[in-house]
């Protein structure tokens, strides 16, 4: 008896993709000065539309805007009028969470599950969550009437085009900031589609202004003196020489950077629900997550029941059309993504990291990497240090929760980690030992704008979401009293 | 025959103990009337480096005290200040040639900065965390957690209040310090490492160095275990450099801009919570809420 799916396809069409996208620039939309880039869509390695990109030129431009939009009508306008805004911009996208879910898998290459279950609905809740603080600063613990910075410039990641778009915004505006926001080259078109949102909510012109581009855009907007407080989220190395770049100018920084998250399973967890925390904590959004439980730390006593556990549930996760609605793993994001996620998968081969790969039949087209799992790893390969970002497992061992932590801790990042244990004081015993921002007990990879996200040491600093995210965006400095 | 006084040495303040520079290197310091008031401790780098491995070897015991247990430390400090409080004024008027009731002001503000700060300790975690209503079925929480081993560059603005308080918050949040004290006023800094040694603050906690903040604060704006930076007595000028270094393992550094208004803090102000949140990193914890029927049937 045949078992397999049929195919269940989702529209391409109702993404609606347009031809070309322009800049969104003081209320308009906008051809920029630099070259056009093409947006690929990593399922097939077609082009999917063309994008104009912003020049220096377009950066000065977009922050005068800003500039003009905080001074003149955003930041006299009283914080509940801003937060009717946010509400309104929060519906807009739930009214066309189709269109974008279907529009962000067509762009990134994540499977239409993931965008229509996560990216979008969060996306739109992250709007509505933040719309509520826009009259409530005053009970954030930051003094009764804390101020807004001013032009926020927004740096943002391919991984989650739209929901990153929503984390950075949605704080920044309902702390009375207006924003200039780069979308990652390879994913400019939700942003896009965001920006015809928020120009049908009437948000007053130069409020958000969105310039696709490459680095140099980027660059071009975190070094701008006109701006006065800089989000980014991406790789370390940039977010090094963004901290490095902003050396004091007194621009207000947050970093959300890498990690090699740790999933700790001990012995007397519930193995087959540990399982499928391990498997959605690397194989969400094909591993190209900053949270990832990148890290497998087994207890010895039970590491092969695991490994043979999850080998035999990775093997029946669906890898392939994105569009496909019983997809669980599309497509990597670019070219260079995959060649990068393929090349560590060598280095572990031949670091004796021992390489176990599903049976999976790829795509012939499209960068699709089939999950992998090195079982026999050590704490010093590289597949256990460096940040992979991609459908790739590193499995260590250990045998005490003093040795799970030690090896846990044992990284320059501090993002994330998950915790797999029924005994409940094991399980905060070990999150309050876990240098990490996020600790998940017994669930991996859960969001909620409610909820501070964001790293120690090398993974950044700041957070986004929470009373915490909202002081980011916020003048919070005492003019350095004693 | 008058009775020759006994003069105190000023040394380092390094893992509970007072040790000399390993440099062997001294300076002079003066009142201000010329005459000699100490021989301080220059500072090496290598006393900044036996510093941080001091200060890291602290950080567990006092990041993992509870939070009353560091109140009632930190208001043992405000106690013992007090009683040293004669001392610490005349150090003040000797060294910064100024009235009695103006030093007197200074150490009253510093001691009352203390107790400020020592009822810090168990409140961060309600001001700052609290519970996420989370739209799922999980308990979600987030608090607040030391950074590790912040490196304190005290302002020479005067001698005592800046570095109470860039010390305290600093302590107050469960970190631990290393401090290079003004170098203008080694002899009130070394007084104030000697009431933090008798306040059963534990060793390393607090680690003073004495000497050039111009030469020592590039090491620790470099040094890999050193995981966040208080500027606030370095030079507006000079802060750039050190910000730099600071990004290569992504430190926290607060970098307190000049006061709008100009001229010195206003002394008897509120201090805000700036400080403090500095070196505080957010902890977000979700645990699942089981499906456990309240009303005795089915789950739901």
């Known amino acids: 008896m045949d078992l397999t799916y049929a195919p269940a396809l989702e529209s391409a069409a109702l993404a609606g993709i347009k031809p070309r996208y322009q800049l969104f620039l003081d209320g308009a939309f906008v051809d920029g000065g630099g070259d056009d880039l093409t947006s690929v869509n990593p399922a097939t390695g077609e082009t999917l539309t063309t994008v104009s990109t912003a020049s220096a030129a377009d950066v000065d431009r977009a922050v005068a805007a800003a500039r003009r939009a905080y001074d003149?009508?955003?930041?006299?306008?009283?914080?509940?009028?801003?937060?009717?805004?946010?509400f309104r911009i929060a519906r807009a996208i739930a009214e066309r969470s189709r269109e974008l879910a279907v529009a962000e898998t067509l762009d990134n290459g994540k499977p239409i599950r993931e965008t229509r279950d996560f990216d979008v609905p969060t996306a739109a809740q992250h709007f509505f969550h933040h719309a509520g603080w826009?009259?409530?600063?005053?009970?954030?613990?930051?003094?009764?009437?804390?101020?807004?910075?001013?032009?926020?410039?927004?740096?943002?990641?391919?991984?989650?085009?739209?929901?990153?778009?929503?984390?950075?915004?949605?704080?920044?505006?309902?702390?009375?900031?207006?924003?200039?926001?780069?979308?990652?080259?390879?994913?400019?078109?939700?942003?896009?589609?965001?920006?015809?949102?928020?120009?049908?909510?009437?948000?007053?012109?130069?409020?958000?202004?969105?310039?696709p581009g490459a680095g140099d855009v980027g660059s071009a907007i975190v070094n701008h003196d006109g701006v006065d407080k800089v989000a980014f989220t991406g790789s370390t190395p940039v977010g090094k020489r963004i901290q490095s770049e902003l050396a004091g100018t007194g621009k207000k920084l947050t970093l959300e950077l890498g990690g090699k998250g740790a999933n700790i399973v001990f012995a007397d967890a519930a193995i087959d629900q540990a399982v499928e925390g391990i498997v959605s904590g690397i194989f969400f959004n094909q591993g190209q997550v900053c949270c990832a439980g990148s890290r497998l730390l087994v207890q010895e006593s039970v590491a092969e029941e695991v490994v043979e556990k999850l080998k035999r549930r990775i093997e029946t996760l669906r890898v392939g059309e994105p569009l496909d609605k019983n997809t669980d793993v599309g497509a990597l994001n670019s070219q260079m993504q995959y060649d990068k996620v393929t090349g560590l998968v060598e280095v572990g081969a031949q670091e004796g990291a021992g390489v176990w790969t599903s049976s999976c039949t790829l795509p012939q087209k499209g960068w699709f990497v089939a999950p992998t799992v090195f079982t026999d790893a050590t704490a010093s390969m590289r597949v256990a240090r460096e940040e992979i970002f991609g459908p790739v497992l590193t499995t260590l061992t250990f045998r005490t929760p003093e040795e799970a932590l030690a090896k846990a801790n044992n990284t320059p990042y501090g993002l994330s980690a998950g915790v797999w244990t029924e005994k409940g004081s094991r399980a905060m015993g070990m999150a309050a030992g876990l240098k990490a921002g996020v600790v998940w007990d017994n669930t991996f990879n859960k969001f909620d704008p409610t909820a501070s996200f964001g790293g120690y040491g090398e993974s950044g600093f700041g957070r986004e979401g929470g009373t915490a995210g909202m002081a980011a965006y916020l003048d919070t400095d005492d003019e350095g009293a004693f | 025959m008058a009775r020759l006084a006994v003069a105190k040495t000023y040394k380092l303040y390094l893992g509970g103990a007072f040790p000399r520079s390993e440099s062997g290197r001294t300076y002079q310091v003066h009142d201000t009337k010329g005459s000699l008031m100490a021989n301080a401790a220059l500072a090496s780098r290598k006393d900044a480096r036996n510093a941080v491995v001091a200060a890291r070897s602290g950080l567990a015991k006092w990041a993992g005290a509870t939070p009353y247990n560091r109140g009632q430390v930190l208001y043992r400090v405000a106690e013992m200040l007090e009683?040293?409080?004669?001392?610490?004024?005349?150090?003040?008027?000797?060294?910064?040639?100024?009235?009695?009731?103006?030093?007197?002001?200074?150490?009253?503000?510093?001691?009352?900065?203390?107790v400020h700060y020592a009822g810090w300790t168990d409140k961060l975690s309600a001001v700052f965390g609290g519970a996420n209503a989370v739209s799922g079925p999980y308990f979600s929480y987030s608090a607040p957690e030391p950074t590790g081993v912040v490196a304190v560059a005290a302002s020479s603005a005067s001698p005592l209040l800046p570095l109470v308080g860039a010390v305290l918050p600093v302590l107050a949040g469960g970190n631990t310090a290393v401090v290079v004290a003004s170098?203008?006023?080694?002899?009130?800094?070394?007084?104030?490492?000697?009431?933090?040694?008798?306040?059963?603050?534990p060793a390393g906690v607090v680690n003073l160095l004495t000497g050039d903040q111009a030469e020592i604060m590039p090491w620790l704006a470099s040094h890999g275990d050193?995981?966040?930076?208080?500027?606030?007595?370095?030079?507006?000028?000079?802060?750039?450099?050190?910000?730099?270094?600071?990004?290569?393992?992504?430190?926290?550094?607060?970098?307190?801009?000049?006061?709008?208004?100009?001229?010195e803090p206003d002394v008897t102000a509120a201090p805000g919570t700036a400080r403090l949140r500095a070196f505080l990193e957010t902890k977000t914890v979700w645990h699942p809420v089981g499906a456990v029927s309240l009303a005795g049937g089915s789950a739901y």
Do not use: C
């Open chain 2, 226 to 263: 050193v995981n966040g930076l208080d500027l606030t007595g370095v030079p507006a000028d000079q802060r750039v450099a050190l910000e730099r270094a600071a990004a290569d393992t992504v430190k926290r550094v607060y970098s307190p801009r000049a006061r709008s208004g100009g001229g």
């Open chain 1, 72 to 86: 003149g009508p955003w930041s006299r306008m009283g914080g509940a009028e801003r937060g009717k805004y946010l």
């Open chain 2, 83 to 114: 009683s040293r409080r004669a001392d610490v004024v005349e150090l003040i008027v000797r060294s910064r040639g100024v009235k009695a009731a103006e030093a007197r002001a200074e150490v009253d503000a510093a001691v009352d900065r203390i």
């Open chain 1, 134 to 211: 826009a009259d409530k600063l005053g009970h954030l613990g930051l003094g009764p009437a804390p101020r807004p910075l001013g032009v926020a410039g927004q740096v943002i990641p391919w991984n989650f085009p739209l929901l990153m778009a929503a984390w950075k915004i949605a704080p920044a505006l309902a702390a009375g900031n207006t924003v200039v926001l780069k979308p990652a080259e390879t994913t400019p078109v939700t942003a896009l589609i965001l920006a015809e949102i928020l120009a049908d909510a009437d948000l007053p012109p130069g409020v958000v202004n969105i310039l």
């Open chain 2, 183 to 201: 170098q203008a006023d080694p002899t009130v800094a070394v007084t104030f490492a000697e009431v933090l040694a008798t306040s059963d603050v």
